[in-house]
């Protein structure tokens, strides 16, 4: 499936009211285990890591609805987290716009495919690649850690979460038997 009809065929599931159900319960989810699940690792010298499982969710979203769907579960959720819990760094657009962009990628590596490994991992390495330690990395240091030097903040952020990405790829696996049988109910 082409990227551009991937997306095109995400929008018209948010004219489902099936899909508009599944995703505000996936944004619930998303909302509850980004204020309650998280584990910040502050054992480095700058705290610029922290580890959340708020991947399920939009994940499950990217599979089931796509692109578009998940890109909005992930951004609303990351502002609602937001709204509901202040964090001491306050408020940053450009975290919220890397969590949309997350969810982009994994939809356009989930929707509509095989829920194999290889698609998984290639969903996760370019969430690595072009979110988690870039975009998300020059985040954090352009805003709180300027005076450390960008390289050491990817590389701190990189120890931790490029071995969870292994974790993670395991767990969305792990959702396929399930996610396969959600998938065949809701057509």
């Known amino acids: 499936m082409s990227f551009i009809k991937k997306f095109a065929d995400s929008s018209k599931e948010l004219g489902n009211v099936r899909a508009l159900a599944v995703c505000a319960m996936m944004l619930a989810l998303r909302v509850v285990l980004g204020m309650f699940a998280n584990l910040s690792l502050n054992f480095f010298p700058i705290p610029v890591v922290k580890i959340n499982p708020t991947f399920i969710p939009i994940a499950i979203t990217a599979y089931l609805f796509g692109p578009v769907c998940s890109g909005i579960v992930a951004g609303v959720g990351d502002i609602l987290s937001y709204l509901i819990q202040p964090t001491a760094f306050g408020f940053t657009p450009g975290i919220t716009a890397c969590c949309v962009l997350e969810g982009v990628i994994y939809g356009v590596f989930l929707y509509k495919t095989e829920l194999n490994l290889k698609s998984i991992i290639l969903a996760k390495v370019f969430d690595l690649l ?14 709180y850690f300027q005076t450390t030097p960008i390289y050491m903040v990817m590389l701190y952020r990189a120890a931790v979460l490029v071995p969870f990405a292994v974790i993670e790829v395991l767990v969305i696996r792990a959702l396929k038997h399930p996610l396969e049988k959600v998938s065949k109910i809701k057509t």
Not at 130 to 143: A, D, G, K, N
């Open 130 to 143: 072009l979110c988690t330690l870039t975009l998300y990395s020059f985040v954090l240091w352009f805003l």
